[in-house]
């Protein structure tokens, strides 16, 4: 009896950790430096996890004031506390996809974020993103 409950409780246990692991629903923010020195630029991701699926989307202001620049997540992924997700945008007339992977870490994501540079070799930044409280 002792052995099955045991059995039992680390199930239970197992379980709660792993629907616990990533907490990614929400929002999330980060700063992204700016251009040539510029003003940093603040990103807005909604994330919403079903099982190990990831959709939402990123959100940046609109240049010059404009309608911000929204782009759906494709190809996103939670496993534990790992996120990944894909943004393509249409910049310039060229479609460029963007690519991040990161780790939920409490109220703080810890993101790579991987894009094609201005020459087409892959431009790499690594950014922090706190949950949003609103």
């Known amino acids: 009896m002792t052995k099955k409950l045991l059995f039992v409780v680390t199930i239970a246990l197992a379980a709660s950790f792993a629907l616990m692991a990533a907490g990614v629903d929400g929002k999330w923010v980060y700063e992204q430096a700016g251009r040539q020195g510029g003003n940093p630029t603040q990103v807005t991701l909604m994330l919403k996890a079903d099982g190990t699926t990831l959709s ?71 950014v922090t993103a706190k949950r949003g409280t609103t």
């Open 56 to 126: 939402g989307s990123t959100s940046r202001p609109g240049r010059g004031g404009g309608e911000p620049m929204v782009a759906s997540i494709k190809d996103g992924k939670v496993d534990g506390n790992n996120v990944s997700f894909k943004t393509s945008m249409s910049m310039g007339g060229n479609d460029v996809t963007i690519e991040y992977t990161g780790v939920v870490a409490g109220d703080e994501m810890k993101l790579k974020i991987v894009r094609p540079g201005r020459d087409g070799s892959p431009q790499t930044t690594e």
